[in-house]
C-alpha cells in the first residue's frame, strides 16, 4: 500500500485490487500463501467470487477483485461483525438519520472485536493507520452485507421494517493513536486519520455537491457510472462495453447523485499552557452528508478526520479551493491541509452514542449520586459527561462532598475565598462575579405566567424567553485587580472568552460577513459573544469602546445577535453573560459624578447589568497591612513553593481538607448539630475568620468542574418566602427613586425584579438546591445593597441619576463646580424671562452660601468658573452664566 496516494481515484482503488506481493506485504497479508486465502474465502460471506452489494457507493464497478487487499479486508470485518462483540458494536452503532444509513463505531471496540475473532492478523488497524478511506468504505461494505444480504439481512431487526439498500456512513470516535493538536498537523500526516479538538468560529452554507453520475457513451449507446473523486467533475476516459473504442460521453444529469457539503473552520483553544500566549492556528474541515449542519459557530468539538491538501485560494486559481485541472499549467504549488471529516463530536452536550462515556441523568441535586453509580457500573474508568466538561470519579466525589457541606453554610465563603485567592479582600465583588458563573434559570413564558415559580410579568408575549444569564460590571480606580479577576473568572468558567476593549470592534464583539474561497458566497463569521453562547464573555476597558457598547444591548438582553448584511439576514444565537471592567473615563473614580458619567454609558446600557460594583482605592490600615502581607508572600518563598504545586496535590488537599468531612459549621460559626442561632450578616460570613486565611483553596480546576455541574444540572425554584422577600425590596426600592427615567440614569423597572430572581437562582445553585429559600433572597438583598450603597457612597446614585446636591459628597473642585453651576441654573429657571441668566456678584455669593459650596476664597472660585468660560462676566458689577441664555 502507498500510504502516499490514499483512496483519492477509482484507477488507485482498481490497483489496489491485484494480487502483487507488494500490496499484499502492505496490507498485512504478505505472508499468508494463496491457499491460506482461499480457505479464509470459505468461511468469509463477503470474500466470495461474489460482488458485495453495496461495493459501487465506494468503489467502481471494474475493480471489484475477490483476492484484492479491499476484499480480504471486507471478509475480515464480516467475520468480526457476526461475532458476539462485533454484534454488539453493529447494534448499537447504527441508525438512519434523514433516509441515511449511518454508523457510529467505537474504535477500541471494533478493533477487540475483530482481535477477538482473527488474533494478530487482523488487517484493521494496520489499514487504517496507512489507507483510513479505504478502511473505512470496508467497514460499511462489511456492514451492509450483514444489514441488507441475505441470509443475515439485519436491518429489518436493528432498525425495523421498509428499509432497503443504501449506503452506510461510517463515523469512527474514540480513535486516540491519532489524536493531534491543530498547531502540529504536518506533511507526515497526510493521508492520514487524524483526531484534533476545537471551536468552530465559522461554518459555509449547506451546499449541493455532484459526487458521481451515469454516463452514456455516444458511440454505442452503454451506460457507464463515473464516481467524482473530491467533487471534481471528471469524464470516463473509455467505454465499458465489449469492444467499443468510443471515448466521448453524454452525461445523464437525471441520474446523478448528490449530497449535502459543508465547509467549517476549526480554531484550536488556547487554554492549554503549551499554547498560551501563542497565535491560534486554525484548519478548514469539509463536511458531507449527515455531518454538513451538524455544528455551528461557538460550538467546541472533537473532529476524526483525514488530512488532505488541495490548492489555496492565493495559488492562482482565484477562488479555486482545488486543482480543478492538475495538467492545467496555471496549476501552482502553493497548498494548504484540509480534513475530511468522519466523524463529528459536540462537546457541549452528550450523545448517547459516545462510547467510553457516561451520561448523567436527570436534574437537581440528586444527579451527583446517579452519576457516582453510572461510574461505579463501569468500573470508574469511563468518564461522565456534564455539559461541556468530562467529570471523573474523583470529580463527582468533589462534588458531592460540596454538597454534603452546603447543609453548614460553609461553601459560599468558600467559593469566595478559592476565587482568584491572589487578591486580597473584594468579597462581595468575587460573590458578585461568582453568582454571573453560576447563573439563573432561563424560562419559556407561556401564556403571561412563568415557570419555576417566578413572578408573573405582565407585557410579555406568549412564548417569550426570559434569560438566566447575570450580567455584571466592574467600575473602579486603576490597579485594584479588576483585570486579574476577569481572567480568573474566564479560566473557571466552562466557556470564557476574554476580549480587550481597545482591540475589539462591534463585528468582532457580534458578527462578522465574510467571503468563501472557494465558492465566493458571503458568510458569517462569528464574533465573542455568539462564540461564548451558553457561556461566559469577559469585557476588559469597557471604556474604550463606546462606538461598540450598542452591538451589546440586544445580546445583553435578547440573548442574540440580529444581522443583517450582504444579503444574509439572520439572528444567532449569543445567550452568554457578560462581565465587564472599566476604569473611570478621567483615570480616577470622580467622587461627584454618577456611575453613568463616570463609565460614559448611557443608561439603556447600565440598566442591562444586574449587578454594579464600584471600586475605589481607599487608605485602610487594617486591609493595607493584609494586602502588603499577602504581596511579600507571593514574592518570597512560600509564593514559590505554592506555584510549584501540581494540581493533583491541590486536588487532594481540597479534597481532604475542607470537603472532607460531611457535617460542618453552620452560619453563625456553631457546630449545624448544635443549633443555628442569629444569622450573621452576609460581610461578616464571606470574610475569613482568623485563623482559616491558610486553610486550603478549591483549585480552579475543581471549581470549574462544580459550576459546570450546577449549571447543567440545578434548576431552583423560587419559593414563596423568596418571592415575598425579593418583592418587598423592589416595591422599597421603586418607592424610593421612582421610575423615570433619564439620560444619565437609570429607573427602577421590572427589569430589575427579574435580576433579583436571577441573582437568587444562582445564589441557590452555589449550594446545589432545588429550591430558593428566603435565605438566599436575603444575601441577594444585601449584595444588591452594597452594590447601590457604593455607587452612592461615591457621590452618585446607580438607579435615579444624579444624587442631590446637598446630599453629595463634596470636597473636589469639579464637583463643587458642578453643584454651583447646577444651582445657578435652577435659579435662573425659576426667575424666567430674558435676563434669567444674569446675576450680580451679590447674588453669586447668596447662592454659593445657599448650598455651602466649599472653597476657600468665592471670588478666587469665580474667577476660575470665568477662566474655564463657564461664568461670563460683562460690565456693570454683575456676571453672566454662559450656559444659560
Known sequence: MAPGRGRGRGRGSGSQGGRSAGAGAASGQGGRSSAQRGASSQHDPAASSQRPVAWNYFFQPEHWDPEGRVALLVGQLSRAFLSEQGARVLSAGVQRCDERYVLHVDYAALVAAATDVLGPESDLPTALELQPSEALASIAIAASELLFRPPHSLAASLLGPGHHLGKLHVRLVNHRASQCAIRGLRSSLVNRLVTVRGMVVRAGPVVVQVSGMEFTCTKCGAARWQRFEDMVYTQPTACAASGCRGRTFVGNRQR?????????????????????????????????DDLAGSCRAGDFVTLVGVLRVG?????????????????????????????????????????????????????????????????????????????????????????????????GGDAVRQLVRSFCPQICGSEFVKMGILLCLFGGVTKTLAGGESDAGAPSTAGREEGTNLRGNIHCLLVGDPG????????????????????????????????????EGSSGEFTFEAGAAVLGDRG?????????????????????????VSVAKAGLVASLPARTSVLAASNPVQGAY??????????????????????????????????????VAQLMAMHGDAGAAEAGCGLDAAAEAALDGAFASPGGRGESGAHVGGGLARRRPLAERLRAQPGEEDEAVVPPALLRKYIAYARQ????????????????????????????????????????????VRLAEARARMELRSQVLESDASDVVELMMESLLGAQTAGGSLFGGEANAKK????????????????LCARAQQRGGSKGGEFTVAELYEVGDAIDVQCTSMADF????????????KGGGSTREQCIM
Open 256 to 288: 446523478a447523485l448528490c449530497v449535502d457539503w459543508q465547509r467549517v473552520k476549526l480554531q484550536e483553544t488556547t487554554t492549554d499552557a503549551e499554547t498560551h500566549g501563542q497565535i491560534p492556528r486554525s484548519v478548514e474541515v469539509e463536511l458531507m
Open 590 to 627: 470622580d467622587r461627584g459624578r454618577s456611575v453613568a458619567k463616570n463609565v460614559g454609558i448611557s443608561g439603556p446600557m447600565l440598566s442591562r447589568f444586574d449587578l454594579v460594583f464600584v471600586m475605589m482605592d481607599c487608605p485602610d490600615h487594617s486591609k493595607d497591612r493584609k494586602l
Open 713 to 756: 444540572m440545578v434548576r431552583p425554584k423560587l419559593t414563596e418566602a423568596a418571592a415575598a422577600r425579593l418583592q418587598s425590596f423592589w416595591l422599597e426600592m421603586r418607592a424610593k427613586v421612582g421610575g423615570g427615567m433619564s439620560e444619565e440614569s437609570v429607573s427602577v423597572t421590572t427589569r430589575q425584579l427579574d435580576g433579583l
Open 862 to 873: 469665580v474667577e476660575r468658573l470665568n477662566d474655564a468660560g463657564e461664568l461670563l462676566k
Open 808 to 823: 453629595r459628597r463634596r470636597g473636589t473642585r469639579v464637583a463643587e463646580a458642578e453643584r454651583f453651576l447646577e444651582a
Open 536 to 560: 461566559l464573555v469577559c469585557v476588559d476597558e469597557f471604556d474604550k469602546m463606546r462606538d461598540e457598547h450598542a452591538a451589546l444591548l440586544e445580546v445583553m438582553e435578547q440573548q442574540e
Open 311 to 407: 490548492a489555496s485560494a492565493q495559488a492562482g486559481g482565484g477562488v479555486a479551493w482545488k486543482v480543478r485541472d492538475r495538467a492545467a499549467p496555471t496549476a501552482a504549488a502553493l497548498h494548504q491541509f484540509y480534513v475530511q471529516g468522519v466523524s463529528v463530536t459536540l462537546s457541549k452536550r452528550a450523545h448517547r452514542g459516545d462510547a467510553g462515556t457516561v451520561e448523567a441523568a436527570g436534574a437537581g441535586a440528586g444527579a451527583t449520586a446517579e452519576a457516582l453509580a453510572a461510574l461505579a457500573l463501569h468500573g470508574g474508568r469511563a468518564p461522565a459527561r456534564i455539559g461541556d466538561l468530562l467529570f471523573s470519579l474523583t470529580d463527582l466525589k468533589f462534588v458531592l462532598a460540596m454538597r454534603r457541606q452546603c447543609g
Open 480 to 515: 485594584l485587580g479588576k483585570s486579574q479577576m476577569l481572567r480568573f473568572a474566564c479560566q473557571v468558567a466552562p466557556r470564557g472568552l476574554y476580549v480587550c476593549g481597545n482591540t475589539c470592534t462591534s463585528a468582532g464583539l457580534t458578527v462578522s460577513v465574510t467571503r
